[in-house]
T-cell receptor, first 115, second 115 residues
């Protein structure tokens, strides 16, 4: 059963506009969420995180929003740049559970920023 | 920060042949280690995780196995490869900071093609 879902497999945005990537989860015990960016044939790189005690975290052009009641998080990229074109994965975990602490990943959204 | 090495970078193997992928971690100690597979057009599937030497947990039943002979070494193996084993294999590491686990760091990946 997919505990973390990214329902949009792809997204195209004009350069300079906002990119919004969405992610939903089902496990209410998740308390730590991350976004990763992945280029083809490379490992994912960490982008931004948010813990469940916050509803927003910002880092430069990247902002992650968390809506715990809706079990939904989103990544906003403003302004979008062609170099942002990649696959974006959201991931969730229970940070304080000492049983391997694996992240559950969504299936990814392929973002294309059009120059 | 952590650095994760994986080799080989690419591998082409015939069906029925054995497999050994190696992952080593630098810059941390006592990490949790993970093997993921990304099949074409799909998300990241967790295969195995390890919380310590000799401790392996399997998430998906299959013809693959994992071993952790040293604290910072994680090996993925198979006795007989199947066509469905083709994919991009990623090793990841996660450690505790201040009592809580932080984000995962990923290696560069191994592209496996089974013919």
């Amino acid at each position: 059963d997919q505990q973390v879902k990214q329902n949009s497999p792809s997204l195209s945005v004009q350069e300079g506009r906002i990119s919004i990537l969405n992610c939903d989860y089902t496990n209410s015990m998740f308390d730590y969420f991350l976004w990763y960016k992945k280029y083809p044939a490379e490992g994912p790189t960490f982008l931004i995180s948010i813990s469940s005690i916050k509803d927003k975290n910002e880092d430069g052009r990247f902002t992650v929003f968390l809506n715990k009641s809706a079990k939904h998080l989103s990544l906003h990229i403003v302004p979008s740049q062609p170099g942002d074109s990649a696959v974006y994965f959201c991931a969730a975990s229970e940070v304080s559970v000492d049983t391997g602490n694996q992240f559950y990943f969504g299936t990814g959204t392929s973002l294309t920023v059009i120059p | 920060s952590q650095t994760i090495h994986q080799w080989p970078a690419t591998l082409v193997q015939p069906v029925g042949s054995p497999l050994s992928l190696e992952c080593t971690v630098e810059g941390t100690s006592n990490p949790n280690l993970y093997w993921y597979r990304q099949a074409a057009g799909r998300g990241l599937q967790l295969l195995f995780y390890s919380v310590g030497i000799g401790q392996i947990s399997s998430e998906v039943p299959q013809n693959l196995s994992a071993s952790r002979p040293q604290d910072r070494q994680f090996i993925l193996s198979s006795k007989k490869l199947l066509l469905s084993d083709s994919g991009f294999y990623l090793c990841a590491s996660r450690t505790k900071t201040g009592g809580y686990y932080n984000e995962q760091f990923f290696g560069p990946g191994t592209r496996l093609t089974v013919l």
